[in-house]
Structures are given as structure tokens and as C-alpha cells.
């Protein structure tokens, strides 16, 4: 069997990948390889489904518009972009995860998220706004979220594309349909791997290698080992070739595990999807504006706890929990407007009377009844109703309360979401330090193996949305220049 010996080589090809291999290159790297598992045309693993919305510390309006040079001054103006502070981000982070997030690696990922975000848009990366609400002509969004890279369906195809140009300009050598099958090397040291393509088997020797594969979230025997009871049913929202391989690889090395190995990014999806690949449209996060009951025409949860983009990565788990693991979002024509166009990707089940909506859903007509009276009732009347903002407009008297948002349901004609939760990654994976260096069981770093992406465990409990490209991008672009100074 043959073996090359190549400075850099990262394994994946989503956009983890392509950021680490970029700053290895860039950074002097004289060679640097991407072995890639999937084929061309599936190439760019989760990051190929996602939305690629980046979270992002930034002072307001004049530093995103640095971002979008092309945008015409008229609609620039009609964008609300509050600044996004620092503390704002590490106390999202910290609170979403019950304190529990890694505070050295959170502290990097919030300091260094504008500096990552300012080198991609250096490197010619092209942006534009993220999703939002439009409210008396003014674009409202979440905390922090406001651009993603331009392009494809979804934005995901669209960066990594931009991606691959960039790589393929800096003479980055991309292989697809190369699986890395074994890790060379100890928990003192890595020395390459062992590589299986299309038409045979090598080995490639490294002085740096960079773990970007990605979590195991599309691997069903992993899911139901770590995630628990049916987690093996759950559909999946990303790539199919997320499998979790090169992080048991790892382990089996002496690599010490972290994040939450029995949590997932799991969310509130539309039920009638396929059970693979879904990517963002199916995505249904209007909930705060609505009632969600499950088949027994039960609420469940605290669906306006807060902004859809703290509460969402929970909330596939807590319709999951449910009796058939579905649940039906329901709105009337109050808040049917502020949906956002994903929901135009399903067709809504519509009644005139509430009774009649329960008969559709196939839920019974008397419980479903109750609940909606007992919620109209609930519902605080002396409080507006005010989406740009957490309004305090809750229940009063019911269990789960609704926090925010609490509209009564009285302006038929209702319309009905039949939802599950799809899984988008997992949280358990491997411990690295602030320089992107992965660590052995007894914590001191093994000489020449990065991590980045979400084979990092990183995250527990939940997750502030659009974390994972941050995280991304600002552990590759130090992946890549430590393994670039490492050299061979
Ligand atoms: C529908 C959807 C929407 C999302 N929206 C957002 C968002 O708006 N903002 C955000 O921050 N995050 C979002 N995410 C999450 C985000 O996409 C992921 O966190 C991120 O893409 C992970 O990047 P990664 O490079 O670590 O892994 P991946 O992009 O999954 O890449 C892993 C790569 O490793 C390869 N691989 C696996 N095993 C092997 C092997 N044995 N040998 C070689 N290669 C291998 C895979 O083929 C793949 O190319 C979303 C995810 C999904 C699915």
C-alpha cells in the first residue's frame, strides 16, 4: 500500500473543512489535502442543508454594512440592528446551557466571533440578510442573527460554494468519496491516516491533521446508543454522511470526550417530510405565536419562554416526548402574518371553528375545545401584544404557562401545522483546547490533531441559534494556522 506525506490534511468537507483548511493555507501551509467521505455531488456535509446564519458580536447598523456593500440605501435604512455586545452573547451561551458550556472555549468563540466574521468577509465571501419579521415597513431580528452567506437554497449550498472557490484559487487539493477508515498515531501524538476512495486504499502521513467530520447525528445505532430511547426513529436534518466514525476513531485513540453526549440540536419540523436531508425549509419556529398542542389536544410547553431562536433547539426534543412524537402548531389570522416564508413549503389544515380543526387533526373535538377556552381566558388582556420584543404578554392561572406572546385564539378562520422534531446535530464529541488542539484523557494536547465543527462537544442542553458557524469558523481559522506552524 502506498502512503503520501502531506503537511496539512483535514478531514470533512463541510464548512468547518473548508475554514480550517483555508487559514492552514493561508497561514504557509505549503500543502493542504481535504478528504472529503461523501461524493461530489453531496459534498459540504450539514452545512450543504443549512441556513448558515452566523451569531456574531458587532457594535450595529455601520459595521453590518460593511457586509452588504450591494444593498440599496432605502431598504438599509428600514433594517433595525441594535448592537450585539459581547456580554450579550457569553450570557446567552451560559444561560442556554445551564452554565455548563466550556467558559475558556466560550470566552474565544464570543472574542474572536467578529474577527472571523470580518476575516471571511476579507477572503470575498458575500453576504445578506437573515431571516426576519417585517413590521410597519422595519425589518426586525433575532439577537445577533443578522446575515448569512449569499446564495442556494436555504444559504448552505450558497457558502459552501463560495468555499470552494476560495480553496480551489488558494491550490487547496479537495478529494471526494475518500473516507478516512483509521486514525495513525497515539494520545501523544498523531501521524496520519489511513484513507479508503473510490478505487483503493492508502495512507497518508502528517504532521497536522485537523477533525472536522462532523457529528453522528445521521448514524441511527449512535443515536439510539447515546440519545436514548427511539432517538434511532428521529428524522434528520442534515447530511446523510454525518455518521460519527472519525469521532469514535478518535476516542478509541485516547481523545477525551465532552459536551453533552446524551443532547442534540432537535427541532420543531414539519412531520410529513422525508427522514433525511430535510434542510431548512420544513422548519416550523413560529410557535411563539401560536398554541402547540399534542394528539390528545393537550399543551406541553411554554411556547413564548422566549425568542424562537433560544428556545428552538429544545423544543423538536419536547415533541418528541409526545404521544406518536407529532404535535400540531395552531394560529389564527392574527398571527398568521408573522409565520415567515417557510411555511409557505406546507400546507396549512384549515377550519372556521376550533371544533371542526380538532375533527381534521384527529384529535378530540371536546379536549381541544377546552384548551383553546382555557387559554383565551388565560391570556393577560392589559398587556400588548408586541412581536419585536419579549412583550410579558403571558397566561395567567394554567399550567404550562405561556410567557410572551399570548394571543387568544378568536379570528378564524385557524389554521394547523402538523409537526415532529427533527435532529440537526449532536452535542457530544471531543475535548479540545483554546488553540483548536484536541486533548488526550489526561487533558494535555496531542501533538499535531485539531478539532473543529461539530465534532467538538461544545454544547449542552440547548443551544442560541446560529452558534455552529461561529463555532466553525473561529476554531478552524485557529485549527488552521496552529496546523500550519506545526508544519511536518
Ligand atoms: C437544516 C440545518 C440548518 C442549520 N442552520 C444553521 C444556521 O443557520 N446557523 C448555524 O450556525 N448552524 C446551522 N446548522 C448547523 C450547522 O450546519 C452545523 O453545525 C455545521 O454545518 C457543522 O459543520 P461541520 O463542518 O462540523 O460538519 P458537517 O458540515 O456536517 O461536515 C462534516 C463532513 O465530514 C465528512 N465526513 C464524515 N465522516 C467522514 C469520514 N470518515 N471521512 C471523511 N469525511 C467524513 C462528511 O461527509 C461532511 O462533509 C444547521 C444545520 C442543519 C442541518
Redesign the pocket.
Known amino acids: 500500500m502506498r502512503t503520501e506525506t502531506i503537511p496539512v490534511v483535514v ?9 480550517a483548511a483555508v487559514a492552514a493555507k493561508q497561514a504557509g501551509a505549503p500543502r493542504v489535502v481535504m ?4 461524493p461530489e455531488p ?14 456574531w458580536v458587532f457594535s450595529g447598523a455601520d459595521e453590518v454594512r460593511r457586509f452588504l456593500p450591494e444593498l440599496d440605501d432605502q431598504t438599509f435604512q428600514k433594517l433595525h440592528l441594535p448592537a450585539y455586545s459581547a456580554e450579550q452573547f457569553t450570557a446567552d451561551l451560559q444561560r442556554v446551557t445551564r452554565g455548563r458550556i466550556n467558559k475558556e472555549l466560550a470566552d474565544v468563540m464570543v472574542q474572536q466571533s467578529n474577527a472571523a466574521m470580518h476575516w471571511m468577509r476579507e477572503l470575498g465571501i458575500k453576504w445578506e440578510i437573515d431571516s426576519h419579521v417585517m413590521i410597519d415597513g422595519r425589518y426586525y431580528f433575532e439577537p445577533g ?1 443578522v446575515i ?1 452567506p449569499v446564495g442556494g437554497v ?3 449550498l450558497g457558502q459552501l460554494m463560495q468555499w470552494r472557490e476560495i480553496a480551489t484559487r488558494m491550490e487547496i487539493e479537495i478529494r471526494y468519496e ?4 483509521q486514525l495513525i498515531g497515539n494520545d501523544r501524538r498523531m501521524e496520519g491516516v489511513a ?1 479508503s476512495d473510490a478505487n483503493e486504499e492508502y495512507d497518508i502521513h502528517t504532521g497536522s491533521l485537523i477533525l ?4 453522528f ?1 445521521a448514524n441511527p445505532e449512535m443515536r439510539a446508543r447515546y440519545l436514548g430511547a427511539n432517538a434511532d426513529l428521529m428524522k ?4 446523510r ?6 469521532l469514535m ?1 478518535a476516542l478509541a485513540l485516547g481523545c477525551k470526550a465532552s459536551g453533552h453526549w446524551q443532547g442534540a ?1 432537535a427541532t420543531p419540523i414539519d412531520s410529513t417530510f422525508p427522514d433525511v436531508e ?3 425549509k ?2 416550523r419556529y413560529g410557535y411563539p405565536y401560536s398554541i402547540t398542542v399534542n394528539s390528545l389536544g393537550q399543551r406541553f410547553f411554554d411556547e413564548g419562554e422566549a425568542r424562537h431562536s433560544y428556545t428552538y433547539a429544545k423544543t423538536g426534543w419536547a415533541v418528541l416526548g409526545q404521544p406518536g412524537a407529532v404535535a400540531y402548531q395552531i394560529y389564527d389570522q392574527k398571527t398568521i402574518p408573522l409565520l415567515g416564508t417557510r411555511y409557505e413549503f406546507s400546507t396549512p389544515i384549515v377550519a372556521n371553528r376550533i371544533d371542526e380543526l380538532a375533527g381534521k387533526i384527529g384529535v378530540e373535538r371536546a379536549v381541544l375545545d377546552h384548551t383553546v377556552k382555557e387559554f383565551n381566558n388565560a391570556v393577560r388582556k392589559d398587556v400588548p401584544f408586541d412581536p419585536t420584543k419579549l412583550d410579558g404578554k403571558c397566561t395567567e392561572g394554567i399550567t404550562p404557562k405561556k410567557s410572551n406572546w399570548a394571543s387568544p385564539l378568536d379570528q378564524p378562520p385557524y389554521w394547523a401545522y402538523s409537526i415532529t422534531g ?1 435532529i ?2 449532536t452535542f457530544g464529541g471531543l475535548q479540545i483546547n483554546e488553540s483548536a488542539q484536541v486533548l488526550n484523557t489526561s487533558g494535555n494536547p496531542i501533538r499535531g490533531l485539531y478539532a ?5 462537544g461544545l454544547f449542552f442542553h440547548n443551544y442560541p ?8 469558523v473561529v476554531f ?1 481559522r485557529l485549527a488552521g494556522r496552529h496546523a500550519a506552524a506545526q508544519g511536518l
Open positions: 478531514v470533512g468537507g463541510g464548512s468547518a473543512a473548508f475554514e478528504l472529503e467521505k461523501a453531496e459534498f459540504g456535509g450539514n452545512a450543504r442543508f443549512s441556513h448558515t446564519g452566523f451569531r442573527l448569512h436555504g444559504g448552505g475518500s473516507r478516512v477508515k484513507v472536522c467530520a462532523g457529528g447525528q434528520v436534518r442534515g447530511s454522511h454525518d455518521t460519527g466514525e472519525v476513531m440540536h430535510i434542510g431548512s420544513a422548519n427533527g440537526t446535530f473543529s465543527g461539530d465534532i467538538v441559534s446560529c452558534t455552529g458557524q461561529t463555532r466553525n478552524s
